[in-house]
């Protein structure tokens, strides 16, 4: 098992920035991460994925260009960089770790989840 623990949430406006930290309890390196956010009333929705062996990364194609995911390795933590952010961003961030053989964009595919860390974007 790996426990997953967000941090780096926050209140920003429009077009400012925030990076949301994913720490994991133990080497990752077997899974893939990913992010996923939920706003309310709503379904929780794919972000980015990271697989830990290799580096490759896939984003929705409503944050390309704007987050970039990244990991550290000697850390065990994955990271969310969040630029030009919009009011549609905003919800509540998940991470998520799962195995490496699947798409990655599909939450049924992760096993393991985080508490969740709140992105709230004003306009």
């Known amino acids: 098992q790996v426990q997953l623990v967000e941090s780096g949430g926050g209140l920003v406006q429009a077009g400012g920035s925030l990076r949301l930290s994913c720490a994991a309890s133990?080497?990752?390196?077997?899974?893939?991460m990913g992010w996923f956010r939920q706003a309310p009333g709503k379904e929780r929705e794919f972000v980015a994925t990271?697989?830990?062996?290799?580096?490759?990364?896939y984003y929705e194609d409503a944050v390309k260009g704007r987050f970039t995911v990244s990991r550290d390795n000697a850390k065990n933590t994955m990271y969310l960089e969040m630029n030009n952010l919009k009011p549609e961003d905003t919800g509540l961030y998940y991470c998520?770790?799962?195995?490496?053989?699947?798409?990655?964009?599909?939450?049924?595919?992760?096993?393991?989840w985080g508490q969740g860390t709140q992105v709230t974007v004003s306009s």
């Open positions: 998520a770790a799962g195995s490496p053989y699947y798409s990655g964009t599909k939450k049924d595919e992760y096993d393991y």
């Open positions: 133990r080497d990752p390196s077997n899974y893939a």
């Open positions: 990271i697989k830990w062996s290799g580096g490759s990364t």
